[in-house]
């Protein structure tokens, strides 16, 4: 099926190794897919936090990357509906590998040193 106008979001993370011949499977979907809507997204915290993004009254935040608006977007929409309180453009998609990394130590810190699941990030800013 020819997905080349449709959105992929790669919400996947490259934690052992990486596709063959690709850095990163976002980077791989696009050139397999002529897709040039690929971005990442979701694939920064654990499915406890997709399911529930509060923490009290604070929602956690999500992040994004890739060069398509369109397909960023869209995934600051579903982390809004989902209840994500903010989503974070890293860049373009230069940025791929840099958003996986980002996961990668959400995984480590989680799983790796035993904070467990129900740990998620959350940008903070000085008024």
């Known amino acids: 099926n020819d997905v ?3 959105i992929i979001i790669d919400a996947s993370n ?4 990486s596709p063959d011949g690709f850095e990163t499977g976002a980077a791989a979907l696009k050139q397999l897919t002529k897709c040039e809507h690929v971005v990442k997204g979701f694939n920064t915290t654990g499915y ?3 399911r529930n ?3 009290g009254a604070v929602g956690i935040d999500m992040f994004t990357a890739g ?3 369109k397909g960023k977007e869209i995934v600051k929409k579903l982390a809004y509906d989902l209840g994500f309180e ?3 453009d890293f860049g373009g998609d230069d940025k791929f590998k840099l958003i ?3 996961a990668k130590s959400w995984i480590n810190l989680a799983i790796m040193q035993g904070e467990g699941r129900n740990i998620a990030f959350k940008v903070l800013r000085r008024e």
């Open 53 to 55: 993004p509060q923490y």
């Open 48 to 50: 406890e936090n997709m």
């Open 14 to 17: 490259s934690v052992r190794m």
């Open 86 to 88: 903010n989503c974070y």
């Open 100 to 102: 996986e990394d980002f």
């Open 4 to 6: 080349a106008d449709k």
């Open 67 to 69: 060069d398509s608006k």
